[in-house]
């Protein structure tokens, strides 16, 4: 009986892995089926609870009609991802009524990224006394997930943090800083593509938005310059500069150089190939395949070195990447990405910036 008994617990907890409903969320979370006609059968009715879940209203019956379509075939691609993804989960998230080119459209907007002529290569620095796990959420150097809506502005957000948590160092002041700011005044030019500029919700780079902030003097506060999601004219004002900068650097690919810049200069500016975040909902993602080319803009806040894959039944370690979708997205927010083999390109485009000891009249 005790055998039986046990056999039935792991039964169960197999299934569990396989299927991983929310606690909390009656909506379904995975989307790994042996019969894909059966689970299809079940589509119309987690469409339900999707709409429900994510407040997604159509404005006709054909529109209603398309996204359900393309829901269907999400499901697919969520199972297909997480076959190929076993140590995430993968399923439904708010993106599901998107195909994958809506998606990069709306919800990306890294633009292709090159070198940056004034940014220095960050100096090599000692990595013997890493420490196995680190994270600046503990130590108050980010502020709250923010969400940049149906704007191509991931490259602003990614800026913002990365100031943010540079300006803690400098002053031990934690501000939320303005993507705004970004979006409608910063129109710097690649030094050598002169027609490849950053260009509000039409894409951008973190190391050109640092050149800005650079040359501007500084980024206003958040409540100073609120987030509207859509391009608008500037307004900046000089005299609420809440946070400024005096340089920034470049990191070339070796993981622990970039653990040590991360623990040296704070949260880390960093592109990434979303392809496989459309899907995610929660765990390491370690992928077989993802292109290196990046196209999302993110920042790197801390690493792990045991995040327990159930299907795999092994620890990996990983990166903790702070997302700007909004906290109802993957891990309330953030992303874990495994470490040691660049993927994604989560190494290939990592900048950090040091800030000044600004102080704001207006704080």
């Known amino acids: 009986m005790d055998r039986l008994f046990l056999l039935s617990l792991l039964a169960l907890a197999l299934f569990s892995s396989a299927i991983a409903f929310s606690d909390d969320d009656p909506l379904i979370r995975q989307v790994v089926s042996e019969n894909d006609d059966n689970h299809m059968l079940n589509a119309e009715h987690h469409f339900s609870l999707f709409k429900v879940k994510f407040g997604k209203i159509y404005a006709s019956q054909e529109e209603h009609d398309h996204r359900l379509k393309v829901f269907k075939a999400n499901l697919r691609r969520a199972r297909r991802h997480q076959l190929l993804d076993p140590s995430a989960e993968h399923g439904i998230t708010q993106f599901s009524d998107l195909t994958p080119s809506e998606f990069r459209r709306t919800y990306l907007g890294l633009n292709k990224p090159r070198p940056n002529l004034n940014a220095e290569k960050a100096p090599i620095l000692p990595t013997t ?104 004219k500037c307004h900046f004002d000089k005299s609420k500069i809440a946070a400024s900068v005096s340089n920034f650097s470049v990191v070339g690919l070796d993981e622990d150089q970039i653990a040590a810049n991360l623990l040296k200069h704070g949260p880390l500016a960093v592109g990434i190939n979303a392809a496989w ?87």
């Open 129 to 232: 006394d890493l420490p196995a796990d680190f994270d600046w959420r503990e130590k108050g150097a980010v502020t709250d997930v923010k969400n940049q809506g149906s704007c191509g502005s991931c490259w602003s957000f990614s800026t913002t943090g990365a100031v943010e948590g540079a300006h803690f160092l400098a002053t031990g002041e934690l501000v939320s800083l303005s993507e705004q700011q970004l979006v409608d005044c910063d129109h710097e030019c690649d030094p050598v593509e002169k027609n490849d500029c950053d260009a509000g919700c039409g894409g951008g780079l973190m190391t050109s938005a640092f050149e800005y902030t650079l040359k501007s003097g500084g980024l206003q506060l958040e409540k100073d310059y609120p987030y509207t999601g859509k391009d608008g």
């Open 277 to 363: 975040m459309q899907t995610y909902v929660r765990g390491v993602s370690c992928p077989l395949i993802c292109l290196k080319r990046q196209d999302h803009g993110v920042l790197l806040v801390g690493y792990g070195s045991e995040g327990f894959a159930p299907i795999r039944l092994k620890n990996k370690p990983y990166w903790i990447i702070k997302n700007s979708w909004g906290k109802t997205w993957g891990e309330h927010g953030y992303y874990k990405i495994c470490r040691g083999h660049n993927i994604c390109g989560v190494d290939a485009m990592v900048s950090t910036v040091t800030a000044t000891h600004t102080t704001n009249p207006n704080l």
